[in-house]
Nanobody, 117 residues
Framework: QVQLVESGGGLVQAGGSLRLSCAAP????????MRWYRQAPGKQRESIAL???????SYADFVKGRFTISRDNAKNTVYLEMNSLKPEDTAVYYC???????????WGQGTQVTVSS
């Protein structure tokens, strides 16, 4: 059973920054598109950033210009740099891997990000 492992969440004041990491052992990392999602209490899980196997990135409008997704294929790790955080960014953040050949998806357990006003 492949399990992604997120880390880096925590409590930060509005305007602050956090860097999330997601390690992906057990998969051929370079063959996977990587995404970050988040889920706030009482809300549906939403996609916030994508980095393709080839390194192309895209973002949800509400994080564009504030968040940056990147990947290190040598370390089997994807990152999410979050700047100018707002209280509405408070959520559990999840990492997702999608194999480009099989379309199989893998998820992490999530990491809590709390932004205080």
């Amino acid at each position: 059973q492949v399990q992604l492992v997120e880390s880096g969440g925590g409590l930060v004041q509005a305007g602050g920054s956090l860097r999330l990491s997601c390690a992906a052992p057990g998969i051929v990392f370079s063959y996977n598109h990587m995404r970050w999602y988040r889920q706030a209490p009482g809300k549906q899980r939403e996609s916030i950033a994508l980095i393709t196997s080839g390194g192309t990135t895209s973002y949800a409008d509400f994080v564009k210009g504030r968040f940056t997704i990147s990947r290190d294929n040598a370390k089997n790790t994807v990152y999410l740099e979050m700047n100018s955080l707002k209280p509405e960014d408070t959520a559990v953040y999840y990492c997702n891997a999608e194999n480009i050949l099989s379309r199989r998806n893998y998820w992490g357990q999530g990491t809590q990000v709390t932004v205080s006003s």
